[in-house]
């Protein structure tokens, strides 16, 4: 298994991981802060802004055609909503110079580039253009818009809003179209200066690249080192239980939307993760699951029927297409299978099979540099770290005892409906 190594870089925290396995090598920069409502719409503009303009390449069609000349290199930044942070992350793959015939050397060209995107952004009169802004507000405002345009997607962003009223996970990692809308130059330029100063930033380098020539690439970063921010962690986040909530809300639809949020204390860094990584399989996480057998197929009850794990917060999201008409039976149904999770009522040849399905997931995205990257900064993220070889032995000796135990452990919160203002009775 590939292992990361540590490179001192006098500030930004470099983390390196040697494989000569892909022709090409990919950077991800992430940036963490605390997810706020007041910072998530400005963050989110500030990733578009500045992978669109630098001080030398001051627009997207100049930035193309300098990562043209870098052997077809790509750039893309975006945010995510990971735990209780608010995650910019800066990717870039370039070719592996090491194929390519008189290659100019491109891993330095690139980590340079990377660092004139972070630190060397396109500031005519000591602000962001108000043309790449205006530009960037507009699609970002579009991204936006189109979550109400996919119902599932909205019902899922409505049941955290209420199911985690008041805390951080309930802020989209977007922000919301009017805080966009009303950002000015100046908001934005403040909040770079905030981020420079204050956010958690870690660099991984995936490819055939030595400690050597990532320690001299990255010392072009003049970024100041900060402490990984642990103010806010899923234990002291977690809420106490009191009673379930239900909310029914309309819209003009034609198939229901029954999202359900269950909590568990269960995270990455707990001993019982992977235990509930299978729990969370059997529920709804894969095609044998109850939720897609029982829920889906037996009964016909849905359309579509999973769940999923949020393992750096110790949420499950339920997700179910229905007939407006099915709404009691179907959440019925539905909390049924958690019951019988906790009961033992499923087979050994269930347990096996997701067990078998977890795993095969697991080296799948292990497969992928991205995925691979993104498996390190869970670990960095969660302070915990979790070998892969050890990761998957865990997974092989969960038992039927573990499962119940997590399924226990895991108590329904709010059940969220979305339904046809016809429907409403």
């Known amino acids: 298994m590939l292992e990361e190594k540590t490179v001192d870089s006098h500030g930004l925290d470099v983390r390196i991981i040697p494989t000569e396995k892909y022709k090409t090598t990919t950077l991800v920069l992430q940036i963490k802060t605390t997810l706020q409502r007041k910072t998530a719409a400005a963050r989110a503009l500030l990733a578009s802004v500045l992978q669109s303009a630098t001080d030398t390449h001051r627009s997207r069609k100049s930035i193309r055609r300098y990562l043209d000349e870098l052997y077809g290199s790509s750039l893309h930044a975006d945010v995510q909503r990971k735990g209780e942070h608010h995650v910019i992350s800066v990717k870039m793959e370039i070719a592996n110079e090491n194929f390519i015939k008189n290659a100019p050397p491109l891993f330095q060209e690139s980590v340079f580039f990377l660092q004139q995107v972070l630190e060397n952004p396109y500031l005519p009169d000591g602000t962001f253009d108000e043309q790449v802004i205006n530009e960037e507000k507009r699609a970002l405002i579009q ?184 709404y009691e039976k179907a959440s019925t149904i539905i909390k049924q299978q958690m019951e019988d999770i906790r009961g033992g009522l499923f087979t050994d040849e269930d347990l096996e099979q997701t067990k078998t399905m977890l795993k095969n997931q697991l080296l799948e995205t292990m497969d992928h540099p991205r995925g691979l990257i993104e498996l390190y900064y869970q670990q960095r993220m969660a302070q915990h770290r979790r070998p892969f070889e050890n990761w998957l032995k865990q997974i092989e000796d969960v038992n039927r005892e573990d499962v119940t135990d997590c399924a226990a452990r895991t108590v329904l919160d709010t059940a969220y409906f979305l339904r046809n203002e016809e429907d409403h009775t």
């Open 143 to 326: 991204r936006i818009q189109s979550i109400y345009d996919d119902k599932m997607r909205y019902a899922n962003k409505r049941l955290i809003e209420h199911m985690c009223s008041g805390e951080p996970f309930s802020v989209h990692p977007y922000g919301e179209a009017e805080d966009v809308e009303h950002l000015t130059a100046q908001d934005l330029m403040n909040e770079y200066r905030r981020m420079l100063a204050g956010d958690d930033m870690c660099l991984y380098i995936l490819g055939n690249v030595t400690t050597d020539e990532a320690q001299k690439a990255v010392s072009v970063f003049s970024v100041s080192p900060h402490p990984q921010d642990s103010s806010i962690s899923p234990e002291t986040q977690e809420k106490k239980q009191t009673e379930e909530k239900e909310v029914l809300e309309t819209d003009d639809i034609q198939q229901g939307k029954l999202h359900l949020g269950y909590r568990t204390p269960v995270t990455f860094a707990d001993e019982q993760f992977s235990a509930m990584q299978v729990m969370n399989g059997m529920f709804g996480g894969f095609p044998n699951s109850k939720l897609f057998i029982n829920v889906r197929e037996k009964e016909s009850m849905a359309y579509y029927a999973a769940s999923r794990y949020e393992s750096q917060k110790g949420i499950i999201l339920v997700m179910a297409g229905i007939e407006p008409g099915d």
